[in-house]
């Protein structure tokens, strides 16, 4: 999917449709566990849709609920839902801007190998010199 450290960058288009690729999949992931965490808040603790919602997004992004849960179950839920959804939250983040880091370490990897060519070509020359007087 990605180019190798031998490989020249991609163009600027690959790349912008690299970043809607991994937007769009981010955005559907997001959803699914909102729309999760949206349902168990209105069965669960009998929120309407929109507030269950509201706290399902809070507390996948590490707020903390809205309506603080009154069930057994609900508690439960609440803390389930929280250690896996900021965790989801973090890994999506970081699926997302994947193809930003790639480019970026991608343009440094040969970068750098360009300079080592040009060391490794002056230490050759080098010792040449050496060699032959």
């Known amino acids: 999917m990605f180019e190798n450290t031998h490989q020249p960058r991609s163009s600027r288009y690959r790349f912008f449709i690299r970043m809607v690729v991994f937007t769009v999949v981010a955005m559907i992931v997001d959803a699914i566990a909102l729309g999760m965490g949206a349902f168990g808040f209105h069965f669960l603790e009998g929120l309407s849709w929109l507030d269950a919602c509201l706290n399902a997004s809070l507390v996948m992004t590490g707020n903390g609920p809205l309506h603080h849960p009154h069930s057994s179950g609900g508690?439960?839920?609440?803390?389930?839902?929280?250690?896996?959804?900021?965790?989801?939250?973090?890994?999506?983040?970081?699926?997302?801007?994947?193809?930003?880091?790639?480019?970026?370490?991608?343009?440094?990897?040969?970068?750098?190998?360009?300079?080592?060519?040009?060391?490794?070509?002056?230490?050759?020359?080098?010792?040449?010199?050496?060699?032959?007087?």
């Open 75 to 133: 508690k439960l839920f609440v803390t389930i839902y929280a250690i896996m959804g900021v965790i989801l939250f973090a890994a999506v983040i970081g699926a997302f801007l994947t193809p930003v880091f790639q480019r970026v370490l991608h343009g440094l990897n040969r970068q750098r190998g360009n300079s080592h060519a040009k060391q490794k070509q002056y230490h050759v020359g080098e010792g040449e010199d050496e060699g032959g007087a």
